[in-house]
Every structure is written in structure tokens, then in C-alpha cells.
T-cell receptor
Framework: GIQVEQSPPDLILQEGANSTLRCNFS?????LQWFHQNPWGQLINLFY???GTKQNGRLSATTVATERYSLLYISSSQTTDSGVYFC???????????FGSGTRLLVRP | KAGVTQTPRYLIKTRGQQVTLSCSPI?????VSWYQQTPGQGLQFLFE???????NKGNFPGRFSGRQFSNSRSEMNVSTLELGDSALYLC?????????????FGEGSWLTVV
């Protein structure tokens, strides 16, 4: 089945710094989403981005489907950005998401 | 518009018991899927339902089952609970008519098996 790899596994930043999170996937996909998991466990949708580039405030994402990777950019990080970021893909119109293992981000004040 | 609602949020069960978790999707969404999150295995797909039909199922034992009702609400059941079933169970919904839609998650149900 399709494999999803995220890097780095852990990231520590000072408030105000920028960061790039990467997601590699092993096959073509018809859905790719980025999520932020809050301390209470809920997965918050950040982007639906099977291809192309999107921006939402300080966050932006780019997916290059032909090269099978996606990037999540966080600019001017804030302590509230801390948490785990997941990339998840759907392949073969399977109606199921395959998740990467996540990037744990800690933003220090 | 209300999000995906899961109940109960927290529960503690004893080994051998069974548990039923409930999920109400976003209004108008007809696809409901379930995921299990554990520290060791990460986030894993359990099953997905659309219009009361299971369209896909993950690699879990038969103790894990689910169903969807005509109003799109869904329940999942775990019988003969084991310690390893302790996890966060997440429900998600999407419009679901075709694959590749944005999927939205609820707050989850934290299950502890003692």
C-alpha cells in the first residue's frame, strides 16, 4: 500500500522563526490533507491540497503531485502553533486516509 | 454549522467488556469514517460508511464493528475489550459521494481499558 513519510519527526523553534515540514508519499493520490492535532486530540484541518499551492494567514502549503511530496510552511511561528502536524493521503479512491507519523513542533517563547 | 460530534468524550472500561461510540457527522455529509490513534501505531483507519453501506475496512480484528443509520449518524462497537484497545477513537465525515473530498474530524473519544 501507499507509504507516507514525514520529516522532521521533531522540531523546536523560537517564537518568530519560520519552518518547513515535509511529506513524501509513494504513489499518486486523489486527496492530501494537512492537520494540526491540538492538545485535546482533535485533528484540525489546515489544508486540502492534492496539488498546487494554498495560503492561509501565516501558513501555506505546496504539493508537487508529480514528484510525490508536499510541504507545509509556517512563518512567524507562535507558541500556539505547538502540537503535532500530520499529513494524510487518500489513494485509489479508497475513501480512507493514510497518515504519516507526524511532526511534533514545539515553539518556545 | 455544527462540526462532527462524538460521544462520549472519555470513558473507562474493564477488559472483556464491550463499548459503543457514537458519531454525528456534519449536516449534509453522508460519509463517516473511523480511526484509531495509539502511541505505538499512530493513526489507523478502521472503516468507512456511506448511505449505510461499508465501503472500506481497515486491518482490525472482527471485535471492531460499525454501522451507519439512515440519518448518517454512525456507531462503532468494540467487543471483548483488551488493554491494547486503549486509544483515541476519531470519527470523520465528508460529503462522500465521490472520493477525494475534504475530510473533517471530531474531537474524539478517549477510551481507557483497565
Amino acid at each position: 500500500g501507499i507509504q507516507v513519510e514525514q520529516s522532521p519527526p521533531d522540531l523546536i523553534l523560537q517564537e518568530g522563526a519560520n519552518s518547513t515540514l515535509r511529506c513524501n508519499f509513494s504513489d499518486s493520490v486523489n486527496n492530501l490533507q494537512w492537520f494540526h492535532q491540538n492538545p485535546w486530540g482533535q485533528l484540525i484541518n489546515l489544508f486540502y491540497i492534492p496539488s498546487g499551492t494554498k495560503q492561509n494567514g501565516r501558513l501555506s502549503a505546496t504539493t508537487v503531485a508529480t514528484e510525490r511530496y508536499s510541504l507545509l510552511y509556517i512563518s512567524s511561528s507562535q507558541t500556539t502553533d505547538s502540537g503535532v502536524y500530520f499529513c494524510a493521503v487518500e489513494a485509489d479512491s479508497s475513501y480512507k486516509l493514510i497518515f504519516g507519523s507526524g511532526t511534533r513542533l514545539l515553539v518556545r517563547p | 454549522k455544527a462540526g462532527v460530534t462524538q460521544t462520549p468524550r472519555y470513558l473507562i472500561k474493564t477488559r472483556g467488556q464491550q463499548v459503543t461510540l457514537s458519531c454525528s457527522p456534519i449536516s449534509g455529509h453522508r460519509s463517516v469514517s473511523w480511526y484509531q490513534q495509539t502511541p505505538g501505531q499512530g493513526l489507523q483507519f478502521l472503516f468507512e460508511y456511506f448511505s449505510e453501506t461499508q465501503r472500506n475496512k481497515g486491518n482490525f480484528p472482527g471485535r471492531f464493528s460499525g454501522r451507519q443509520f439512515s440519518n448518517s449518524r454512525s456507531e462503532m462497537n468494540v467487543s471483548t475489550l483488551e488493554l491494547g484497545d486503549s486509544a483515541l477513537y476519531l470519527c470523520a465525515s465528508s460529503p462522500g459521494v465521490i472520493a477525494g473530498n475534504t475530510i473533517y474530524f471530531g474531537e474524539g473519544s478517549w477510551l481507557t481499558v483497565v
